[in-house]
């Protein structure tokens, strides 16, 4: 069974960072590409960041480059968002996705095969 399990979202003031973390179990991670997403309520799912199976290659939305970086670390089965300078507007439900490569637009929810529950990003101005 794929799990895919976010951890790291918090309360933190507008100006802070916070690193979030997905631990993938069940699947082999090194074949898949991995994303991050974001949900703010009432809004669609937007894509966040992108970094392929090998980590060699990594694409970010307009609205979070030079400020956040995704890393990932195969041996350990882990996936990471280091986010920097929050703005209010970056509150959200942070989701973690999985997807086969060669499975569509980087930037597209319907890219990849497995989510994780969330975790929830509160930024206070």
């Known amino acids: 069974q794929v799990q895919l399990v976010e951890s790291g979202g918090g309360l933190v003031q507008a100006g802070g960072s916070l690193r979030l973390s997905c631990a993938a179990s069940?699947?082999?991670?090194?074949?898949?590409?991995m994303a991050w997403f974001r949900q703010a309520p009432g809004k669609e799912r937007e894509f966040v960041a992108h970094?392929?199976?090998?980590?060699?290659?990594?694409y970010y939305a307009d609205f979070v480059k030079g400020r956040f970086t995704v890393s990932r670390d195969n041996a350990k089965k882990m996936v990471y968002l280091q986010m920097n300078s929050l703005k209010p507007e970056d509150m959200a439900v942070y989701y973690c996705a999985a997807g086969a490569v060669g499975g569509g637009r980087y930037y597209e929810t319907i890219s990849y095969d497995y989510w994780g529950q969330g975790t929830q990003v509160t930024v206070s101005s």
């Open positions: 069940g699947l082999i991670i090194r074949l898949y590409n």
């Open positions: 970094i392929t199976y090998s980590g060699g290659v990594t």
